[in-house]
Every structure is written in C-alpha cells, then in structure tokens.
C-alpha cells in the first residue's frame, strides 16, 4: 500500500477562506508539516494534531519530514500558503517524490493572493494576466526583469508577488521603473497587505505614486492594463462586454 502525502494550499490563512477539499485534506492528516508562520495561521481547528514546523529556508528538510513521517505510515499533510503549486511547495515535492515511488502525492489547490488580493480591491484580472514574483532568491533578477518588461509590452495586467522583503526594500521601486519605461505614470495600481488576516490593508494608486510606496513581503502588488480603471473606488480591468445603458 502507497504512503500518502497531501501538498495543500491553505489559501490566505484563516479557514473561511481555505477550500472544502484543503480542510478535508488537513482534517484527513495525522501529522501536518509547515513553515511556523502558516502552522500559527490555522487557529484551534487543528491543534490535535502532530504540527512540525521549520524555518523560513529549509523548504528541502521541510519536504523530506514528510517523506519520513508518510514512510512511517502517517498520513501526512505539508501546508502551504495560498496555492501549493502557485510559488509553493509542490514542484519541489514531486521532484522530490521521485525518490520515493511508494508515496503518493495529491496536490490540493488553494486560493491564490493574486485572487483572495482581487477580491479586496474589485475586478483587477478581469482580463489577461501574469504573475511576477520579485523574489531573486532563486530566480536572476535578469530574468525577473526580462519578464516585467515582456508583461508591460503585452499589455498584461500584472500581479507581483514577494515584492519586498528587509534585503530587497528597494525592488518594487525598481522594477516600477522599468514598466514606467513602457507605460504611462497614471497607470492604476492598488495592492492589499495581510490578505484575509489581521490588519488587511488596501490602497489604490498610480504606477508613478506605487514607485515610492513601502510594503512588506505580505503584500501583493496588482499593475493595471491599459484598460483598467477606477470604478465607485474599486479596481476594475474590463473584460469587453457590451450593453445598452
């Protein structure tokens, strides 16, 4: 019989917003998984349970707890947040897996910032979009530029994720100079802080305004297309549907 491991995406934390599926998953567990941030986040339902957690950076000896605790015939669930393959876990796991063939790993998907963050400000990704992460941990900022740069001539909505921490202060400011040299300054902007948390904060402003504001690495970053605008104080990207008024 196969080991099993749920790879669960707790969406922004609080259970509301958890999918039926991840609850189930994380109520299915004998032993659940995470960085201590996200284990913090779900409250009483779960306290009965075995919780092992580790530092932020230890994403491989995360992964490989999981293995070890499924190999001794505990149903293992390894949190994460938002979506588990959304910046998640679950590519580095099934990588991983390989290792193991005798467990079985299910992904459960889980609410997304670049949704649960649409939500607060309005209807942002009414129409195409693309995520960035501004996150050079693991990605050249090269190439993190090369992307900005591809989005913004696409005419994208963009949606940045990771877009400070307190070695990167200064990339959100960098790379809204390289869209405002594709875009107009009044482009609208909004972001969202500690989505569905404690202290969830939304703001709306211009690409030229979103170059000098301070945010932290919970928030997420929301860059309009064209298109977008402002509507009874919520952020809207039409989808081009027409109507007789």
């Known amino acids: 019989m196969k080991h099993k491991i749920y790879i669960v995406g707790m969406g922004p934390g609080k259970e509301e917003m958890m999918t039926g599926e991840a609850v189930y998953a994380l109520e299915q567990a004998d032993i659940i998984v995470g960085y201590t941030t996200y284990l913090h986040l779900l409250g009483e339902h779960f306290r009965e349970k075995e919780l092992r957690a580790t530092p932020m950076r230890?994403?491989?000896?995360r992964c490989r707890i999981c293995f070890e605790e499924a190999e001794k015939g505990k149903t293992v669930a390894l949190l994460c947040s938002g979506d588990a393959g959304i910046y998640g876990m679950?590519?580095?796991?099934?990588?991983?897996?390989?290792?193991?063939?005798?467990?079985?790993?299910?992904?459960?998907?889980?609410?997304?910032?670049?949704?649960?963050?649409?939500?607060?400000?309005?209807?942002?990704?009414?129409?195409?979009?693309?995520?960035?992460?501004?996150?050079d941990l693991l990605t050249p900022w090269e190439t993190i530029e090369k992307r900005l740069r591809a989005a913004a001539e696409g005419d994208f909505v963009i949606v940045?994720?990771?877009?400070?921490?307190?070695?990167?202060?200064?990339?959100?400011?960098?790379?809204?100079?390289?869209?405002?040299?594709?875009?107009?300054?009044?482009?609208?902007?909004?972001?969202?802080?500690n989505i569905g948390r404690a202290g969830t904060r939304a703001e709306l402003c211009t690409l030229t305004e979103l170059r000098d504001r301070q945010v932290n690495m919970f928030t997420t970053v929301f860059i309009g297309n064209s298109e977008s605008e402002v509507i009874g104080g919520r952020f809207v990207t039409k989808r081009g549907y027409r109507w007789e008024e």
């Open 160 to 193: 940045l994720y990771n877009p400070s921490s307190h070695k990167r202060k200064e990339y959100l400011k960098r790379a809204c100079d390289i869209l405002l040299s594709h875009v107009e300054g009044d482009r609208v902007c909004g972001y969202v802080e």
């Open 90 to 135: 679950a590519s580095l796991m099934l990588e991983i897996g390989r290792e193991y063939p005798q467990t079985e790993l299910l992904v459960i998907a889980g609410v997304t910032a670049a949704s649960s963050g649409a939500a607060v400000l309005g209807a942002p990704l009414g129409h195409d979009f693309c995520t960035v992460s501004l996150s």
């Open 58 to 61: 230890q994403e491989e000896k």
